[in-house]
């Protein structure tokens, strides 16, 4: 009974192409958006946002090609350890996303309003930053299309680890070091930051089961 459950799941996720292709595309546009609204609220980004900032700030590249750079790195040891997290979806992320964040940031990011943002409006966009991430995050994750570099790595490690050391363990671990070198590098680490690293699982959780399953599987998918 049960194995007939997974290959009906299986079954039905292969059939939605037509829904999953187009919503991982539309969840990286709105991810990147997502990067330059945080980036905007002076209020810090997410772990791998702040590192590539951080040395996008002290190489004089883009946040886009930095990380390029970073993800061509990490991609060396997940396809050393476990290829099967590798998929379309991990070069959407791979090549898209920081672009993608490029492009939003030369379209908005020198408006007059972002000059000089007073406390409400920076926390505006540090709310619309997170609640856009969790959506995008949602709806990439729900794909299922393979995960980039940097999300593939953690779950890697964690499942090498026989269970002794747990996925929450493993993620805190590696945000950690994105964080260090964000901040060593000159980003900036705030409020954002933190709730980006720690706070975010709920409402992700939230989006998968109101939302983004519903939309690409149907609702008596799970």
Avoid at 46 to 67: H, R
């Amino acid at each position: 009974m049960e194995m007939n459950v997974e290959l009906g799941m299986e079954e039905k996720t292969s059939s939605r192409l037509g829904r999953r292709v187009p919503a991982i595309l539309g969840a990286h546009i709105l991810m990147g958006l997502a990067v330059v609204l945080m980036r905007l609220s002076l209020f810090g980004n997410d772990p791998f946002s702040c590192m590539n900032l951080g040395y996008a700030g002290v190489s004089g590249l883009s946040y886009g090609t930095c990380v390029i750079i970073f993800n061509l790195a990490l991609i060396i040891p997940v396809a050393l350890l476990d290829r099967s997290y590798l998929r379309f979806g991990t070069l959407i992320n791979m090549f898209m996303l920081g672009l993608i964040a490029d492009f939003w940031y030369a379209l908005i990011g020198d408006l007059s309003i972002f000059a000089e943002p007073d406390l409400s409006l920076r926390g505006m966009l540090l709310a619309g930053g997170v609640v856009l991430t969790c959506f995008s995050c949602s709806l990439y994750m729900s794909s299922r299309l393979g995960m980039g570099p940097y999300d593939a790595i953690g779950w890697i490690l964690a499942e090498r680890s026989g269970g002794r050391v747990p996925f929450r363990i493993v993620r805190i671990l590696i945000d950690a070091c994105a964080v260090s070198i964000g901040f060593a590098c000159g980003s900036i680490v705030g409020v954002g930051t933190l709730v980006m690293a720690c706070g975010t699982g709920p409402l992700i959780e939230f989006f998968n089961q109101k939302v983004s399953l519903p939309l690409l599987y149907g609702k008596r998918m799970l």
